[in-house]
C-alpha cells in the first residue's frame, strides 16, 4: 500500500499542482510532497521487503539506496525551486511544477519496481517528465538541447525495450520478467538471448546514463536545462539508469556470465573517462562541466561493476555520493547563474565577494566532486581503486588515477578563477535561504558519508554489492 | 504456398526499402502507414485463435500507427510546408545497400537465438533487420521529419520481436506502444515549436549552435 502511495502521491500532487492557479499553492504542494516522499523513504529503511502488487513492486537494498538518493536529492532541489522560481520566471509555471513532481513518481517507480517491464515503464516516464524542462526558455538553443535529447534518450529507451523482450525470450521458468523468479531460475535462462538481452539493455540504459560514447545529449541538455533540472538529471535520472542497468547485471552474475559482461563494461567505463577528462580540460561553460564530471562518475560505476568482488560494494557507495554532490554542483552554480545570468566561465569572477555562501558552497563542491578527502566520494572512490588492485586491474587503477588527477585540475582551474577576482559591476547577489538551504544540506551529508558510514548503511551496502555477485570489502 | 505471417513479414522488409530508396517525404509517410497496417494484420495471422486480446492488439496497433502516426506526420508536412527531396548523408544507393547487408546480417544472426514457441522462422531476423535500418534512416537522414519516420521504423522492428511472446507475456507488446508517444511529443515537437520557423528549415543537420 505504501509503496503504492509512493508512486501514486506525486502523481496525483502534480495534477493538482497544474490545477491551483496560484504559484504559492504550487510550491507547497512541490516541498510538501518532497517532505512526505523522504518521510516514507526513511520508513522503509525500517520496514525492508515490503512488496505490493504482487511482487511487481518491491523494496530491495539496491532500489531503496537509488530511492533514498532520489528522495533526498528531490527534497534539495523542490526546496531551492521555490526560491528559483521567485528570481526567474519560466514561462508556464504551473507545467513546471508538475513536471517536477512527475519526474518524482517515474523514478520513484524505477527505484521500486521488481518486474523488468515496469523498470522501463517508469524510465520512459523519466525521460518524458523532464523533456519540457529542458525546453523553458523556449529559443533556439533550448529546442535544439531538447531535440537531441529526446532523439537520442528514446533511442536508447527503444533498444532497453528490445533488450527487455530479449530477456523474457530468455526465460523458461518462473512468472515472467519478475526479478525474484529470473534470479531464482537464472540458471534456465537461454545464454544466447540473456546475452543480447545483456548487450541491448547496456546500450539502452547506458544512453540514459550518458556513458560514453552514448553521451552527446548530455553536455547540451544540462548546458540549456534550468540547473536544477540538470541536478535532478545528473544525480537522480542517471541513478536510476543505474538501476536499470545493474537489475541486468544482477541476473548475468546469478547466471554465471560475469566474465562476457566485463569487456564491454570495461570499454564504455574507460572511454568515458577519458572523453571527460578531454573535455573538462579546456571547458568554458560552467554547466557543461558538471555534464562531463557526471559522464565521468558514470564511468567510474561501470568500471566499479566491471571489476567486481568489492567493486560493486564501491559502485553502490559511489552512486549515493555522486547523487548527492551532484546536487550540491548544480544547485551552486545555478545560484551563479541567478546572479550573473550566464554560466560561461569568464563572465563569472569574484563569487566570493558577490555571493560569499555560494563561494563557500562551490568551493566545497569542487572538493566533494573530485573526490577529496574528507567527502564521501574519497571514501567510495578509494574502495573501488582498491578492489581494481586487490581483482588483478593494476593498470586500469594506474589509468583511472591519472584520468582524475587530470579532471581535478581542469575543475579546480575553472572554478578556482571564478572564486576570485573582482565582481563584475552589479548589486550585491540576493543570496536567501531557499537558494541555500538545500545545497547546504545535501553537502553536510556527503561530508558525513566520508567521516562515517552507519552500521544500517553499511550492511544495506553490503547486501546490495553481494546482489550484483560482489562483496563487501 | 507460404503462410499468410510469412508472407506479411516479407512485406515489412519490403516497405523498409521502400522508405530507404524514396526521395518523397509524402511517399515516406505512405509507407509508414502501410507498415503499420500489415503490422496489424501480423498478430491475427500468427495467432489464428481470434481471441479477444489478439484482436485489441490488432485493432489498437491499426489505429495508432496505420492511421494516427500517419496522419501526424502529414499534418507536420502541411505545417511545416516541406515536400522537397530528402537529403541524405550518404547517398540513396549506398544505404539501399547498407539496407541489404542489414537482411542479410540479420538472417545470419536469427538462427543462433533459439526463441521458444517461435511460430515463424521469419519473425527474429524480419525484427532485427527492420530495427537496424531504422537505425541507419536515424542516423543518416538529416530532415527531422525522417528520421522521425527512422524511429517509428525501428520501434515496429521492436514490436515485431514482442509479438513472439505476445501469449507467454501478458502485456509486453502492449508497453512497447508506450514508445509511440514519443513519435507523438516529436511530431508535436515539430508542430507546436515550429522548428522550421527557427530553423528557417525542419533541417536537424543545422542544430549545430551548441558545441564544445
Given amino acids: 500500500m505504501l509503496l503504492l502511495l509512493l508512486v501514486l502521491g506525486p502523481m496525483l500532487a502534480g495534477l493538482l499542482a497544474w490545477l491551483s492557479p496560484r504559484a504559492r499553492t504550487r510550491h507547497a504542494v512541490l516541498v510538501g510532497t518532497a517532505a512526505a516522499h523522504t518521510a516514507a523513504t526513511a520508513f522503509l529503511w525500517r520496514r525492508p521487503g515490503l512488496t505490493a502488487l504482487d511482487g511487481w513492486l518491491a523494496v530491495d537494498a539496491l532500489g531503496l539506496m537509488v530511492l533514498s538518493v532520489v528522495s533526498l536529492l528531490f527534497l534539495a532541489v523542490a526546496g531551492y525551486a521555490v526560491g528559483f522560481l521567485r528570481l526567474d520566471r519560466p514561462r508556464g509555471g504551473s507545467l513546471f511544477v508538475s513536471c517536477l513532481l512527475a519526474f518524482l513518481a517515474a523514478a520513484t517507480l524505477v527505484a521500486l519496481a521488481h518486474h523488468l517491464a515496469l523498470v522501463w515503464v517508469g524510465m520512459e516516464a523519466t525521460t518524458l517528465a523532464l523533456a519540457p524542462l529542458v525546453f523553458h526558455r523556449r529559443d533556439r538553443r533550448s529546442l535544439e538541447a531538447v531535440w537531441k535529447y529526446l532523439v537520442l534518450s528514446s533511442v536508447g529507451i527503444a533498444l532497453a525495450l528490445l533488450g527487455t523482450f530479449f530477456l523474457a525470450s530468455a526465460q523458461v521458468e518462473g512468472r515472467p520478467l519478475v526479478l525474484e523468479d529470473l534470479l531464482q531460475h537464472a540458471g534456465t535462462l537461454q545464454p544466447g538471448l540473456l546475452r543480447g538481452a545483456f548487450l541491448f539493455l547496456l546500450v539502452g540504459y547506458g544512453t540514459k546514463m550518458g556513458l560514453a560514447p552514448l553521451h552527446a545529449w548530455k553536455p547540451d541538455t544540462y548546458g540549456e536545462a534550468p540547473s536544477l533540472v540538470g541536478g535532478l538529471m545528473a544525480g537522480a535520472l542517471t541513478s536510476c539508469a543505474f538501476l536499470g542497468l545493474a537489475r541486468i547485471v544482477e541476473i548475468m552474475a546469478a547466471a554465471g556470465q560475469a566474465s562476457f559482461m566485463r569487456p564491454p563494461l570495461?570499454?564504455?567505463g574507460i572511454v568515458s573517462l577519458v572523453v571527460s577528462a578531454a573535455f573538462i580540460i579546456g571547458q568554458s561553460d560552467f554547466k557543461r562541466l558538471l555534464a562531463y564530471s557526471s559522464v565521468e562518475h558514470m564511468g567510474l560505476l561501470v568500471l566499479a561493476l566491471a571489476i567486481g568482488g568489492a567493486g560493486s560494494y564501491g559502485a553502490v557507495l559511489h552512486l549515493i555520493n555522486n547523487g548527492l554532490t551532484k546536487g550540491v554542483m548544480f544547485l551552486a552554480i545555478g545560484n551563479l547563474v541567478l546572479f550573473y545570468r550566464t554560466s560561461e566561465a569568464a563572465a563569472i569572477r569574484g563569487v566570493f565577494r558577490r555571493a560569499p555562501w555560494t563561494g563557500v558552497l562551490l568551493l566545497g563542491g569542487l572538493f566533494?566532486?573530485?573526490?577529496?578527502?574528507?567527502f564521501g566520494m574519497f571514501l567510495s572512490e578509494l574502495a573501488i581503486l582498491s578492489a581494481a588492485l586487490r581483482g588483478g586491474f593494476r593498470w586500469l587503477a594506474v589509468l583511472i588515477m591519472v584520468l582524475l588527477a587530470v579532471i581535478f585540475v581542469g575543475m579546480a582551474r575553472l572554478i578556482l578563477e571564478a572564486l576570485h577576482g573582482d565582481p563584475p559591476d552589479g548589486e550585491p547577489a540576493p543570496e536567501s535561504f531557499p537558494l541555500l538551504g538545500g545545497p547546504f544540506a545535501l553537502a553536510a551529508v556527503v561530508l558525513l558519508l566520508g567521516l562515517y558510514l552507519p552500521l544500517p548503511l553499511r550492511a544495506l551496502l553490503a547486501q546490495a554489492a553481494r546482489a550484483l555477485g560482489g562483496s563487501a570489502p | 504456398?507460404?503462410?499468410?505471417?510469412?508472407?506479411?513479414?516479407l512485406l515489412v522488409v519490403l516497405t523498409n526499402f521502400w522508405v530507404l530508396g524514396t526521395t518523397r517525404l509524402s511517399a515516406t509517410i505512405r509507407a509508414t502507414a502501410l507498415q503499420g497496417a500489415l503490422l496489424a494484420l501480423l498478430p491475427v495471422a500468427l495467432y489464428p485463435g481470434?481471441?479477444?486480446?489478439?484482436?485489441?492488439?490488432?485493432?489498437?496497433?491499426f489505429a495508432v500507427k496505420a492511421v494516427l502516426l500517419p496522419l501526424l506526420l502529414s499534418r507536420a508536412i502541411r505545417e511545416a510546408a516541406v515536400r522537397r527531396e530528402i537529403e541524405p548523408?550518404?547517398?540513396?544507393?549506398?544505404?539501399?545497400?547498407?539496407?541489404?547487408?542489414?537482411?542479410?546480417?540479420?538472417?545470419?544472426?536469427?538462427?543462433?537465438?533459439?526463441l521458444p514457441e517461435l511460430r515463424s522462422q521469419l519473425l527474429v531476423p524480419v525484427s532485427l533487420s527492420t530495427v537496424v535500418i531504422g537505425l541507419l534512416i536515424l542516423t543518416t537522414r538529416s530532415k527531422a521529419l525522417i528520421q522521425v519516420v527512422g524511429y517509428l521504423i525501428l520501434e515496429n522492428g521492436i514490436f515485431v520481436f514482442g509479438l513472439s511472446q505476445v501469449e507467454r507475456v501478458p502485456f509486453l507488446v502492449e508497453v512497447g506502444v508506450l514508445l509511440d508517444i514519443f513519435v507523438g511529443v516529436f511530431i508535436m515537437g515539430i508542430v507546436v515549436f515550429h522548428i522550421n520557423r527557427e530553423f528557417d528549415s525542419l533541417d536537424s543537420a543545422r542544430l549545430t549552435e551548441l558545441r564544445d
Fill in chain 1, 266 to 268: 570495461l570499454v564504455l
Fill in chain 1, 368 to 374: 566533494a566532486v573530485t573526490g577529496s578527502p574528507p
Fill in chain 2, 1 to 9: 504456398m507460404q503462410p499468410a505471417h510469412d508472407l506479411l513479414l
Fill in chain 2, 50 to 61: 481470434l481471441s479477444l486480446h489478439i484482436l485489441g492488439l490488432a485493432a489498437g496497433t
Fill in chain 2, 89 to 114: 548523408v550518404i547517398g540513396f544507393a549506398p544505404s539501399l545497400l547498407l539496407g541489404a547487408a542489414a537482411v542479410a546480417l540479420a538472417f545470419s544472426i536469427a538462427p543462433r537465438l533459439p
